[in-house]
């Protein structure tokens, strides 16, 4: 595997389900990130973790809870999610969380709640 | 506060035609950096190029190109020779260095017509 996966790809659930996101990136970088893209609105950026240690929540509510195991993997907890809350979920990562390192993103996880 | 701003939410152009997608942005900070990216059908983001704020010249990778006008602030990307595969959602972002944000347009939707 190379670059950032993410899985599922696809997920739908209830309002009452818990679910969760993977994000894994192969790239040796310290920085993970966690966006979401809902039609017609710019990309928003959720979580930010670097070296593992979270250093931005973008007033996420409390039903998204990130976790940052280690440098690699990142997930995204889901719980009483909102159909408002339907989006496509990108995480990204980049060597540093300052300057001018790209960020590298994965396929997504294209979410629907009913 | 930073911004970015994309005036084109929808474009048509020309198989082998050149095309430019507009990006202004604004900051009071004198170090930035300003990236594009592709975002395909399928949804991922695609890094495509990279400007930073002290770069003299401006950047080209390949078919791409950032037209950097500083003092204007505007970071338009051209595209030349344009081919069927560069039909996707184009978005310009920011990143101001001493932040840990990158902030994204709202893109432009490039239609490449046979």
């Known amino acids: 595997e190379t670059g950032v996966t993410q899985t599922p790809r696809h997920l739908v659930m209830g309002m009452t389900n818990k679910k969760s996101l993977k994000c894994e990136q192969h790239?040796?970088?310290?920085?993970m990130y966690w966006y979401k893209q809902s039609a017609k609105k710019p990309l928003e950026l959720m979580f930010v973790?670097?070296?593992?240690?979270?250093?931005e929540n973008n007033s996420v509510p409390s039903r998204f809870s990130p976790e940052c195991p280690n440098s690699s993997h990142l997930f995204l907890h889901l719980h009483t999610l909102q159909p408002e809350d339907s989006a496509l979920y990108l995480c990204?990562?980049?060597?540093?969380?300052?300057?001018?390192?790209?960020?590298?993103f994965g396929p997504g996880t294209r979410l629907t709640v009913l | 506060a930073q911004k970015i701003t994309q005036t084109q939410p929808g474009m048509f152009v020309q198989e082998k035609e050149a095309v430019t997608l507009d990006c202004t942005y604004d900051?009071?900070?004198?170090?930035?950096?300003l990236f594009w990216y592709k975002q395909p059908s399928s949804g991922e983001m695609i890094f495509l190029i990279y400007?930073?704020?002290?770069?003299?010249q401006n950047a080209t990778e390949g078919r791409y190109s950032l037209n950097f006008q500083k003092a204007r602030k505007s970071a338009n990307l051209v595209i030349s020779a344009s081919q069927l595969g560069d039909s996707a959602m184009y978005f310009c972002?920011?990143?101001?260095?001493?932040?840990?944000?990158?902030?994204f347009g709202k893109g432009t939707r490039l239609h490449i017509l046979p």
């Open positions: 990204a990562s980049s060597q540093e969380i300052t300057g001018g390192n790209e960020q590298f």
């Open positions: 790239l040796g970088h310290n920085a």
């Open positions: 972002a920011m990143r101001v260095f001493r932040d840990d944000k990158i902030i």
């Open positions: 900051t009071s900070d004198p170090s930035y950096g």
């Open positions: 400007q930073g704020s002290y770069d003299q």
């Open positions: 973790y670097n070296f593992k240690e979270q250093t």
